[in-house]
């Protein structure tokens, strides 16, 4: 039973299904409040008391029907057999309804105070990517992803030759044309493209979540510009860049301390990076 998903787990490669089983692992880390390890997560919520797996911080403030919904999801989320789990159409289906307070700012929601202060100093010393995200200059970012371009998705998606002659061309164009927008900083129809792209769900790429973080940033949507980001980091945990669009979406949701965290843990792992290829 348990076959496809220890052969994900050995090989390492990024799939649409492997994406929404990390998806469910960030489910049950939010609700319970807890770190829980991906191989212990379907067991965590499996036959348990609602009531006792949410997180303790919540004091009972949270609704029992959506968090009935939202368990659920998880549960099909962490099904050991791809084919199992649910579709990218299918976790927007389910969670849609749930955001009923579209205009409540996400530190409102999660409790969290609003910092007015300048964020504190990172840290560690910070490359022309972390410094534009520290001054929050959103065009010198867009400037060094429209130079990095795709380079670092390599080896983020195994395609069958099916999939390349029935799907991949469309899908494909639809980025192309998201490219090109986003070039152009005509970051609304970036939007609609990128979108197209990650609704097919055949490929994930890190860098299209990242590319329409900052087009969200750009229209005055930080929460899905941070929703965008959170996605890439899922993709490639790793991703320097992911954690950079993230300390960004959260200083402009005036998360000024979580921000400076995430920047900092950025820069951490670029100067990872950098000593692994100095070793190399």
């Not at 849609?96 to 105070?113: F, Q, R």
């Not at 534009?132 to 400037?143: E, F, M, V, Y």
């Not at 195994?158 to 927008?181: C, H, P, V």
């Not at 790793?238 to 301390?257: C, G, N």
Request: hydrophobic letters at 40%; charged letters at 25%.
């Amino acid at each position: 039973m348990v076959t496809s998903f220890v052969v994900w787990f050995i090989s390492g490669r990024v799939t649409p299904e492997s994406v929404i089983y990390s998806f469910g692992t960030v489910l049950v880390d939010l609700l319970s409040g807890k770190h829980i390890p991906p191989s212990h997560a379907l067991d965590m919520i499996r036959g348990k008391n609602i009531v006792l797996l949410m997180d303790s911080h919540l004091e009972g403030k949270f609704s029992m029907e959506e968090a009935t919904v939202v368990v659920g999801l998880a549960s099909q989320c962490l099904q050991y057999e791809p084919r199992e789990r649910p579709s990218m159409k299918d976790l927007v289906a389910t969670l849609a309804p749930l955001h009923t307070k579209p205009d409540v700012p996400s530190y409102v929601m999660l409790g969290i105070s609003k910092y007015e202060e300048a964020p504190p100093t990172p840290q560690r010393p910070l490359s022309p990517m972390g410094e534009a995200c520290s001054r929050l200059d959103l065009t010198a970012i867009h400037q060094i992803l429209v130079m990095n371009h795709y380079k670092d998705d390599e080896g983020t998606n195994e395609l069958s030759f099916q999939e390349w002659t029935q799907q991949m061309r469309d899908m494909l164009e639809a980025r192309k044309r998201g490219d090109y927008a986003f070039r152009d900083k005509d970051f609304k129809t970036a939007i609609d493209c990128y979108s197209q792209f990650i609704d097919v769900g055949t490929m994930v790429s890190p860098t299209v979540f990242a590319r329409r973080s900052l087009c969200y940033l750009f229209c005055d949507q930080p929460d899905a510009a941070l929703a965008d980001a959170m996605q890439a980091q899922i993709v490639n945990p790793e991703w320097p860049t992911a954690f950079y669009m993230q300390s960004v979406a959260l200083a402009k949701l005036d998360m000024h301390k979580d921000a400076a965290d995430m920047l900092n843990e950025a820069a951490g792992l670029e100067e990872k990076k950098q000593r692994v290829v100095k070793g190399s």
